[in-house]
């Protein structure tokens, strides 16, 4: 074998390598994609649930008796969270229960999720914009995170208090 064969013979070892390890890149960037989408789904599929929970709830603490006429009547915003004995949705008895609210869900076979909790009011001119003061709506924001998953899941609903004559 001469010197432009032996050259030749390694050249395409080399150019067989190159297309190996692009192959096999491609692969796996598909498999981590795929991975992260699957996450993704089941972290939807949890602030989705979690937010329904928390629509069978009360608005507000002093709306479970008595229908409210006056915004005064609502828990104040430096008030907002659980009350003495509630430790856990399964003994909430509204909606501002959940926030600061957080817990670790292991139970998904594919990966540990960490879900926590924010409730606040917010103003009626701009739902998005976080209220000082009491309102007749607020919002509660589901934050789901996984050292699986690149980013988090966040989901925000807006719950109003009506009072029907």
Do not use: C
């Amino acid at each position: 074998m001469g010197l432009s064969q032996s050259l030749l013979t390694i050249a395409a070892m080399m150019l067989l390598t190159t297309l190996a390890i692009r192959v096999n890149s491609t692969v796996l960037m598909s498999q981590e994609t795929s991975q992260n989408s699957k996450f993704g789904l089941a972290a939807i599929s949890l602030a989705t649930s979690e937010i329904e929970e928390a629509s069978r709830l009360a608005f507000d603490e002093n709306s479970n008796d008595n229908p409210l006429t006056s915004v005064n009547s609502l828990t104040n915003v430096s008030a907002l969270g659980k009350e003495s004995g509630e430790t856990n949705p399964s003994n909430f008895d509204d909606l501002d229960d959940y926030h600061n609210y957080s817990y670790t869900d292991s139970t998904q076979i594919s990966a540990v999720f960490r879900v926590w909790f924010s409730v606040n009011y917010v103003n009626t001119a701009s739902l998005n914009s976080v209220s000082s003061s009491k309102t007749w709506h607020k919002r509660i924001t589901v934050n789901v995170a996984s050292p699986s998953m690149r980013d988090t899941v966040r989901f925000s609903s807006v719950f109003s208090y009506w009072v029907f004559r």
